[in-house]
């Protein structure tokens, strides 16, 4: 059971560099998320989907891009990379939209 | 806006003995889900429990239990019989029902003493 995994765990960017933090969920779910997590903080929406062709903004999404081509896979892609996006990035995905299961994480520094 | 409040940035238990955490919300909508979301150290957000609005009966899942009050929009985590495993960040989260997003709180602190 794989569940949602995502790549890289960790990651050290310099500024302005771009990056793509890959998700992917083997659970035939149809809504797919991006969350990141400040220090002290809970998780804040960056961006989700529906369904495989539908995107839409989450609470933070400037800085960021994301692409649903299929129903496995939600990436995330960081454009101009800047200090304030150090966090910790954590994808999911729910069938009903209603209970949301987690990926492990990814720690990203911009440096 | 929707809010979600933890007001007890920590909290302590000792192993075996039982321990709340608080959670209050600030919602209008009548349609909504609330959740509590472990995060050990490893930082992977783990589902305790989950409680549909609609449903009077608090959820119970093994060890965990909520009280969820409606009307006074709080919705508490009861942990029973604390074991070490137990100690983690715990977080409160919101979705209404027609939503796509989960609204946390900042999360409690819980430490087990052996």
């Known amino acids: 059971n794989a569940g949602v995994t995502q790549t890289p765990k960790f990651r050290i960017l310099k500024i302005g560099q771009s990056m793509t933090l890959q998700c992917t969920q083997d659970?035939?779910?149809?809504?797919m998320y991006w969350y990141r997590q400040d220090p002290g903080m809970g998780l804040k929406l960056i961006y989700y989907?529906?369904?495989?062709?539908?995107?839409d903004k989450g609470e933070v999404p400037n800085g960021y891009n994301v692409s649903r081509s299929t129903t496995e896979d939600f990436p995330l892609r960081l454009e101009l990379a800047a200090p304030s996006q150090t966090s910790v990035y954590f994808c999911?995905?729910?069938?009903?939209?209603?209970?949301?299961?987690f990926g492990e994480g990814s720690w990203l520094t911009v440096v | 806006a929707q809010t979600v409040t933890q007001s007890q940035p920590e909290m302590s238990v000792q192993e075996a003995e039982t321990v709340t955490l608080s959670c209050t919300y600030d919602t209008s909508e009548s349609d909504y889900y609330l959740f509590w979301y472990k995060q050990p150290p490893s930082r992977q957000m783990i589902l305790v429990i989950r409680q549909e609005a609609y449903k009077q009966q608090n959820a119970t899942e093994n060890r965990f239990s909520v009280n969820f009050q409606k009307a006074a929009k709080s919705f508490s985590l009861k942990i029973s019989d604390s074991q070490l495993g137990d100690a983690a960040m715990y977080f409160c989260a919101y979705k209404p029902g027609g939503s796509e997003k989960l609204v946390f709180g900042k999360g409690t602190k819980l430490t087990v003493n052996p």
């Open positions: 999911a995905s729910s069938v009903t939209g209603n209970t949301i299961y």
């Open positions: 659970m035939n779910h149809n809504y």
């Open positions: 989907s529906v369904g495989a062709g539908i995107t």
